[in-house]
Every structure is written in C-alpha cells, then in structure tokens.
C-alpha cells in the first residue's frame, strides 16, 4: 500500500467513519461547561476539558496561570522533565490555588529497564517510591491525581508485580488517587494488557494522524474505554513539524480535532510552551469539531515523511548493530521538532548510544516505514553525544 493510500485509510478508519460530520456536542459523551467541551476520564469519575496542558517543555508558570484561569483542568508532568524543575513550577503555582480545583498528573520511570523494555534487577519498588516521594516534594502536595508508570512498553512492565503492587498501595493509602502507565511503543498490547488486567485507571497512549498501526491502536483503545479505563492522547502533534528546518508546521487545529474526534480519548495532553500555542489550544477545547478542510489539510500533510517515528520497530530488524532506532528518531524529534536538544540528549544517553553509531556499516540494510533517511538521521542526531548535558539544558 502506498504510504498516501496509507495514511487515507487511517484517516478514515479511525476519524471517522462514526465521527466525521457528526456535531460534536451530539452525544459521545461530551458536554459543554460554558463553550468548553467536557469528557469523563472512565471510571475516575474525572470530568475534565478535552484539551489539557502537556507541561513537559515549559517552565514558564504565567503560561500554567493562563492556562488555569482560562478553564484547563489537568497538567501533565513527570519526574524526569527538565530534571525536577518542571515539577517544581507547578508546585510553585499550584500551592496558591484550592487542591481540589485542578488535577496533577505526573510519571514515574522503573529503574533498570533494559533497550527490550525488560526489567532487570534494577528495576525494584523501593527506587520507584523514592522517586514518587521526591516528586511529591517537588509538587509541594500530599497526593497526585494520577500516577502513571513511565513509558512501559512491554507486558513485563505492565504486569511487574513489585512496581504493579508499589503503585496500587500508593492508591490505598491515598497518595495517588489514580493509577495508570504511559507509553509510546506497542501501545495496543500495552493497552490490550491494562484492560485484561482491570486494575488500572488510565493510560496516556501515544495517538495521532500518523501513526501506521491505527486499526489496532484503535481496537485497544475501544477495549479499554469500554472496560472503564481513562483514555489520555499524547503525541497528538505528531512532532510539531514536518521538516527539520521547521519551515512546514502540523495543522495543530486539524491534528488535534482528529484525535478528539475519537470519543474514546477523553483528553490530549499537547506541550504548551508559549501564549500563541496556548491560545490555539483554548480555541480547540472550545471548537472541537474536524471540518473538511481539516481533514484534507491532513491528508496532503501524509505524503510528507515529517519527524515523528510511530516507534512501529519495522525497521528494526534490518540493523545487524542492533540500533534503538526508534529511541534515536524520537531523539532526532525531540532536538529538531520539539527545538529541545537537552531532551535529546537525555535519551541518547538512557539508550547508551555512541557518537556515529553507523559507522563500520557499508550501506543501511534498515528500512523506514515512513521513508526517513536512518543512516543520515542517526548521524546527525548523534553529534550530541559529544556536547557537554550542561551546555544543554
Ligand atoms: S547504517 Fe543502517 S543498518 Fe547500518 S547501523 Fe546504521 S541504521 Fe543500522
Ligand atoms: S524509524 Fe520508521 S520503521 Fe523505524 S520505528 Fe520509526 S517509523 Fe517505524
């Protein structure tokens, strides 16, 4: 299948068929506070707008304020962004406003957790509360909203009974009212997983326009909902950009509108990190129905292989060095996309890459799905690992 044909099948199956056309408000669970579109994150019991505020880039608290006092309920963070400080902000902010009037949302990632995906011995629950204690600290809180277990993406990780078991307790004793786990790879059997499991609350899953396996993502996400699972769509910009001189931006208002068009995503979680994004996202969490143009700016957008990786792995198993190529797309996304080489450099080194890992291969026996250039993409992404992190971030 062409990759136009590709992404028009997508488009249809997943936007709509049940969607399209259809008036947002006219059932499929919203309701409307105001001109704000409201969804019930399952059985949280949670309502909350269809736009929330994704905080991991910003560290700008006037921009949160905004956000709050315009009508956004849930800020997203974890315990890695910006090393504690993006925590910190929202603790800065949020102690000077009633608990019960916003929800936090924050991640924790398991420790030792190898390239698979696999726990190691590494991976213990007295490291995952420690870090959830000084999350807390940071947020100046007694509780979270919703603790996620970070970036699982494996049915090991999902079913790790230390973690799994540190996680629920945390709920009995109060300090976590929520629990769920975020991912963005095999993301319909982590879902699948969660909702055979029926411990979980909610899953932050990676969702947008351009994802090659939107039929089984869309099952899994079908499953949960109907098990009683929140449903929180991140990635939903796929990347921001479609070049890496970022001179094509996303159709921010037709890739989000997309997402929300599924009544099963009861809420996104795109970055803010300025006024002008703030306000598009406000005018989206008011405005939520795809138009046609919408759509068809979307579908001329596909043909363009763009920066985001869906982390599908075919490409995988053409690499005879075995590289975590999808960890360095998401590198290459994060430094050129999200404009944030710190991040990327983070990842290089959780991934343990070196600089030019290509080197000694003839020719690229790996092939993308999407069209991207490996060879010339992992050579550019890993000129980072030769910059100093404090020059960065
Ligand atoms: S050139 Fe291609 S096949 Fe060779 S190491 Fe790099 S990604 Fe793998
Ligand atoms: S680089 Fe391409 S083939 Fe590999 S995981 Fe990403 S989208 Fe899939």
């Not at 947008?208 to 949960?224: V, W």
């Not at 509108?257 to 598009?280: C, K, M």
């Not at 046609?292 to 363009?304: F, G, H, R, Y």
Request: hydrophobic share 40%.
């Amino acid at each position: 299948m062409k990759r136009r044909t590709f992404f028009r099948s997508g488009l249809a199956g997943a936007a709509g068929i049940t969607m399209l056309g259809t008036p947002a408000l006219a059932g499929n669970g919203n309701s409307a506070e105001g001109d704000i579109v409201y969804r019930t994150l399952g059985k949280t019991g949670l309502k909350l707008p269809v736009v929330s505020f994704g905080v991991m880039r910003s560290d700008n608290n006037s921009l949160v304020k905004a956000a709050y006092e315009a009508g956004m309920k849930m800020f997203d963070t974890a315990h890695g962004y910006m090393n504690g400080r993006n925590e910190e902000m929202l603790g800065g902010f949020f102690s000077q406003v009633p608990r019960d009037s916003f929800v936090i949302a924050t991640k924790v990632k398991p420790a030792g957790v190898d390239r698979a995906g696999l726990p190691t011995k590494e991976t213990t629950a007295a490291g995952f509360i420690e870090q959830f204690d000084l999350s807390l600290t940071r947020l100046k809180m007694d509780y979270v909203d919703i603790l996620y277990m970070h970036a699982a993406d494996t049915v090991e990780m999902v079913r790790h009974k230390e973690i799994v078991n540190a996680m629920l307790d945390l709920k009995k004793k109060g300090r976590v009212r929520f629990i769920g786990i975020s991912t963005h790879k095999n993301e319909p059997l982590v879902i699948n997983t969660m909702a055979e499991d029926g411990i979980w609350d909610v899953v932050l899953a990676s969702y947008n326009y351009r994802q090659t396996y939107l039929p089984e993502l869309n099952s899994a996400i079908d499953k949960a909902a109907s098990a009683g699972m929140g449903i929180v769509g991140m990635k939903t910009l796929a990347g921001g950009w479609l070049d890496r001189e970022r001179t094509r931006p996303v159709n921010v208002q037709a890739a989000l509108r997309w997402v929300i068009s599924n009544p099963n995503v009861h809420t996104t979680i795109p970055g803010i990190t300025a006024f002008d994004q703030l306000e598009t996202d406000l005018k989206i969490m008011k405005d939520v129905m795809l138009t046609d143009q919408d759509k068809a700016e979307l579908i001329a957008e596909s043909d363009c292989p763009g920066l985001y990786c869906n982390a599908c792995s075919n490409c995988v198993p053409g690499c005879p060095n075995n590289l975590p190529i999808p960890e360095l797309m998401r590198a290459y996304m994060y430094a050129y996309g999200y404009r944030n080489a710190a991040m990327a450099s983070e990842l290089l080194s959780e991934i343990s890459v070196k600089a030019d890992p290509c080197a000694g291969c003839e020719s690229c026996t790996s092939t993308c799905v999407r069209g991207f250039d490996l060879r010339g993409k992992i050579a550019d992404i890993s000129r980072l690992v030769n910059v100093p992190y404090d020059l960065l971030a």
